[in-house]
């Protein structure tokens, strides 16, 4: 299975790389290749450092407070993760764009000047609005785990807030802090639809949407396949990099009990924590109420259009979490057999390590590539429909194998013995001993893929037309044609779904068995 | 002397009650079944927890009103006692001053003290390199170092096995003659501790149910409730 997976994206390559004929040098795209690497590379810089700013500040204010509603932040918090790309861009247009809500109040106040919101600054605010929460959501996550003893040992050798930051809180911090830089990079690098709606022209390319203009727009796949060849180089590096800063030891566990952190007594925290947690509210609360407004709407865009436009989206979005989870399941298993049957732990460390490898790949060199194979088998109309589910799946891979893989280790540890004692293999192993463990992370790991799947805008920007359209193509319709109250309540119906689903994954990820 | 009289605490599931005294310098077991709240009262002592009523002093200083910080009282706690990241002798120091700046003798005395416990030459070590009873060993360093006369010990040797469990206990009773300090500990195995301690304190319910000698404890009426209690465990 995972030479199949990766005979997969290879064809796809060489199949880009050979149409493109010539082979263009790649000195002949020099100074654009530079350009458009700097600008991925500033603006992923960028975003990566504001993004984690908020997170980190975010993350201790909240870890030190308590106040009501504190539960429903930190549920918004989670869901950034699953918030598709294209419905931040509307967002950010509704609340910074030329007539949105910022303007409005700055109108009111009197003033008269003139803001862009395309380059940088459209760019920063989307990244740090979907990643920033992230980052707090997951150190918030790790900085509960600090043993409650811990606390009771600070508070009676009498820490100071200066001693519970570099004892307590800054451990977590560290361990933690490489591997979400990289992670934050990565997305930021790779960013599309953001860069795409908010980068203001071709001057503000990622290598993402250089891609998806050499395809799309100049047919030039020899382009295409090296910048994609240059970008799965620079991921793929930092996939390494991101996999050996992610290797540490595991974090002890510990009863989650409720500590009072003595610091939150602190005046001087108080007032930083006030200041962090207002900022914060200002910079999230807008954007994510922006996409209430679409609550007018939401009745009259219910027509034909709509309606097709979600089967067609629900219908990807099945398929794709299905090739996510079975695709997870075969890795799984064979990096079970692997790791506890035959004893080879470096396969099995390079099974864990593919389905990551998959982020690194990008999505549209991959699909051209397939869709030139494709095209020689199958109706060339009809790939859209094919690939769409395929690559979805590929992006949700990772996510679905970091759902099973550790339960399918459990199920070996419990039952691995007596199952090989009475002879239990193949599917009859699958059914008795592993699935009773497995239904529910299978059940997460299928509605998050879902969800991801659901609200992606990528691919479709390729494939998407008068034949196929998915609910964000539709959206971004929209937003092209300058119909925002359309978009607004496209954009919301798009977030139910896709938070609605994501709450069922983690209902399930944290239901007992 | 520590002398609790009637601290009451009340959850909305569990009340407990506990009234005692302890002489100074002396050892006391504190035993019973598990929930009973022994923990707790080690945690009210150190002021983790504060009773909503009753009076709680040692060597005639009333504790209640004092943050953990300032109480006369050091604690050893069954597990995740030290700090990974730093070593044993920065484990050990953060109980003289947590900012870790020692002078000169600040840090002899911090040697000393490992040697004490069984470890010298162990200081640079981080926890992750250190068994489970040599960590232990580290957290009783860190509270003998502190100076204050009153140590709690929660369960501290529980997950060692039996011969370790027992070396630790005869250390604790070594430390407690040469240093001078009064301990509270609590203990599942108290034939482990009938011979050093001069109390024993039977714990149940969250109320003292019985105070005596070792002797007396485990040889009089509770003697089967507390072999239940241990059985339990």
């Known amino acids: ?513 | 002397m520590l002398v609790i009289e009637n601290c009451r605490l009340t959850w909305p599931d569990f009340t407990a009650e506990y009234s005692m005294t302890v002489r100074s310098g002396a050892l006391c077991a504190i035993v019973g079944p598990s929930g009973g709240g022994k923990t707790t009262l080690l945690h009210m002592i150190a002021g983790f927890e504060t009773p909503e009523s009753g009076k709680l002093t040692f060597e005639g200083i009333n504790l209640l009103p004092l943050d953990p910080a300032k109480r006369p009282v050091a604690i050893v706690f069954q597990d995740h006692n030290l700090f990974p990241h730093l070593s044993a002798a920065q484990n050990v120091a953060l109980g003289i001053r947590p900012s870790l700046r020692m002078s000169g003798e600040e840090h002899r005395l911090i040697e000393e003290t490992l040697q004490a416990v069984g470890l010298s030459g162990l200081d640079a070590r981080k926890p992750g390199e250190m068994s489970g009873g040599q960590r232990q060993r580290v957290a009783l360093a860190r509270a003998l170092v502190s100076g204050r006369p009153l140590i709690l010990l929660d369960e501290p040797f529980s997950s060692l096995d039996p011969g370790l469990r027992r070396d630790m206990v005869q250390l604790v009773g070594e430390l407690r003659r040469r240093r001078s300090v009064t301990i509270l500990m609590t203990i599942h195995t108290p034939e482990d501790v009938a011979d050093l301690a001069d109390q024993m304190v039977f714990v149940a319910d969250g109320r003292v149910v019985a105070s005596d000698t070792p002797s007396v404890i485990l040889g009089g009426s509770l003697a089967s409730r507390i072999a239940a209690a241990v059985s339990d465990t």
């Open chain 1, 1 to 513: 299975m995972a030479f199949a997976i990766l005979a997969l994206v290879a064809g796809g390559f060489i199949a880009l790389a050979a149409v493109g004929g010539e082979r263009p040098a790649l000195l002949s795209i020099g100074p654009y290749l530079w350009r458009v690497l700097a600008f991925s590379i500033v603006q992923a810089a960028l975003s990566t450092l504001l993004s984690l700013a908020l997170g980190v500040a975010l993350a201790l204010a909240l870890a030190r407070r308590r106040f009501p509603g504190r539960g429903a932040v930190l549920a918004l918090l989670g869901t950034t993760m699953v918030m598709p790309t294209i419905v931040a861009v509307f967002a950010v247009f509704a609340v910074y764009g030329r007539s949105g809500w910022a303007a409005d109040i700055l109108s009111l106040l009197g003033w008269r000047g003139e803001f862009s919101i395309f380059g940088y600054p459209g760019i920063l605010i989307a990244h740090v609005f979907l990643n920033g929460p992230y980052v707090a959501r997951i150190l918030l996550d790790s900085l509960s785990l600090v043993p409650a003893e811990h606390w009771r040992l600070a508070s009676a050798l009498g820490f100071s807030p200066a001693h519970i930051f570099r004892h307590l809180d800054w451990p977590v911090l560290r361990a933690e802090l490489p591997g979400l830089t990289g992670l934050v990079f990565l997305l930021c690098f790779k960013s599309f639809a953001i860069v795409l709606a908010l980068g203001g022209g071709p001057s503000r390319s990622t290598l993402e949407v250089a891609i998806y203009e050499a395809l799309k727009i100049d047919l030039d796949f020899g382009r295409a396949a090296w910048l994609s060849l240059i970008q799965l180089a620079i991921c793929l590096t930092l996939m390494g990099i991101l996999n050996w800063a992610l290797t540490r030891p595991p974090t002890p566990h510990t009863v989650r009990s409720q500590v009072q952190r003595h610091d939150a007594r602190n005046r001087s925290l108080k007032l930083f924590d006030a200041i962090v947690l207002s900022a914060g509210a200002l910079f999230i609360a807008p954007l994510a109420l922006s996409l209430l407004s679409g609550l007018d709407n939401i009745l009259e865009i219910a027509d034909a259009d709509l309606l097709r436009a979600f089967l067609t989206s629900m219908t990807i979005a099945v398929l794709a979490a299905t090739i996510a989870c079975l695709l997870a399941l075969a890795l799984a298993t064979a990096a079970r057999r692997r790791r506890v049957v035959l004893r080879s732990p470096r396969i099995a460390a390079f099974y864990d390590f593919l389905p990551n490898t998959l982020l690194a790949v990008p999505p549209f060199a991959l699909t051209a590539g397939l869709f030139l194979i494709l095209r020689r088998f199958a109706d060339p109309s009809s790939a859209g429909l094919i690939l769409l589910p395929l690559i979805n799946g590929l992006a949700a891979l990772p996510f679905a194998y970091r759902s099973l893989a550790p339960r399918l280790l459990t199920a070996e540890e419990r039952y691995g013995r007596v199952a090989a004692s009475l002879g239990i293999t193949g599917v009859n192993k699958l059914a008795i001993m592993d699935w009773p463990l497995l239904k529910r992370p299978f059940a997460a790991a299928f509605a998050l893929a879902m969800a991801l799947s659901f609200g992606d805008f990528g691919i479709i920007a390729l494939f998407g037309g008068q034949d196929l359209v998915t609910l964000p193509y539709l959206l971004y319709e929209r937003l092209g044609s300058y119909r925002l109250d359309d978009a607004s309540a496209i954009g919301l119906f798009i977030v139910l779904v896709a938070f609605l689903l994501a709450h069922v994954s983690g209902r399930l990820s944290h239901a007992g068995d």
